[in-house]
């Protein structure tokens, strides 16, 4: 038995008056999908518990099988897994978002214009010469993504994520550690100003400590693969040993390589994995930028450029299992 893993994040939406009342995956065309939800069982699932945050990290390791509650420490050590840090007791890692904050004081992009990686290596560089006497690191990460690594005391804080406050009134850091996040987040808008790049400030948020999980295979006995471009999904592959296929052409946009993440799944149930997961990041994005129609058009390509081949394939392989939902909803701003 093969079993196949596709998560669309963040497609989960409301209906929408421009697509005559329908939820973009109701308006999208996706015959390949229609056909396996006939010969599918079809429901809801819960995959946020009660009590956290309606976001990537706690619905994807749902996803993956390990308990929020339990396991769940923050965004931000995850995401500095995927980067290969490992984590002092006496450190905290924070997610740093390169944004565009404007004078009015409102959030006006929590993406930074999608700066590219290379761009924003060189900000994060002088991000990180800029504290590194203070024993706080900035590491690169993927276009807008980073992470800042900071002493222990500095976790004492509520952060606001910046993909909530878009087109909204900022909400600045409160708690005991929050002068130190606002002087590091203030000396940002200086620093940044010297770089080819739409953000304006790094935004600090999802902190937490190195969580400890166990490996898939030895908690499941099944061999498990992960395609994804997001750092996210891939430190979670990362913490529990599941082999994480490196795509160059996956970008975490519009743009992303769908064919290749269809060959990478297939490839790997190929070759002696038991469970292959394939996370698409354009549907989310599409959702926070509002873009209606990118949402509708990420759900179709999902339909002719991933599953349509892959389920092929499976079909000459032998018997098999597909698990196909979102992470959370992220509605159409």
């Not at 997610?95 to 290379?118: K, Q, V």
């Not at 006995?221 to 529990?240: E, P, Q, S």
């Not at 992303?256 to 997961?277: H, M, P, S, W």
Request: net charge negative; charged share 25%; aromatic share 6%.
């Amino acid at each position: 038995m093969k079993y196949v893993v596709c998560v669309p994040d963040g497609c989960a939406d409301e209906p929408l008056a421009e697509l005559g009342g329908r939820t973009p995956l109701q308006a999208a065309h996706t015959p390949v999908l229609d056909r396996i939800a006939a010969r599918s069982t079809v429901g809801r699932a819960a995959v946020i518990p009660p009590g956290l945050p309606p976001g990537s990290d706690v619905g994807n390791m749902s996803i993956f099988g390990y308990d929020p509650a339990e396991y769940h420490t923050g965004r931000a050590p995850i995401e500095a897994a995927a980067l290969g840090l490992k984590l002092r007791p006496d450190q905290v890692a924070y997610r740093c978002n390169l944004s565009t904050i404007g004078d009015d004081g409102t959030m006006i992009d929590f993406a930074g214009g999608h700066p590219s990686t290379e761009r924003a290596a060189a900000a994060i560089e002088a991000m990180h010469k800029a504290f590194a006497d203070e024993g706080i690191e900035f590491h690169r990460g993927v276009q807008y993504r980073h992470i800042m690594v900071a002493p222990a005391d500095w976790a004492d804080a509520e952060c606001a994520p910046p993909h909530d406050l878009t087109g909204k009134p900022l909400v600045w850091p409160s708690g005991a550690a929050a002068s130190k996040l606002q002087r590091v987040m203030d000396a940002s808008r200086e620093i940044l100003a010297d770089f080819d790049i739409d953000a304006n400030t790094v935004w600090l948020w999802g902190q937490g400590f190195q969580p400890q999980m166990p490996s898939f295979e030895s908690t499941y006995g099944l061999k498990a693969g992960l395609v994804t471009a997001v750092d996210l999904v891939r430190g979670l592959g990362v913490l529990t040993d599941i082999e994480v296929v490196e795509l160059e052409t996956a970008t975490g946009w519009y743009d992303t390589d769908y064919e290749g993440k269809r060959d990478c799944a297939v490839d790997g149930l190929d070759n002696g994995l038991d469970l292959f997961i394939v996370h698409v990041e354009a549907t989310d994005e599409a959702g926070h930028a509002g873009n209606v129609e990118e949402k509708v058009r990420a759900l179709e390509n999902w339909d002719t450029r991933i599953l349509a081949g892959l389920v092929e394939s499976l079909d000459a392989s032998g018997p098999w299992r597909m698990l196909l939902l979102p992470d959370h909803a992220t509605p159409l701003a």
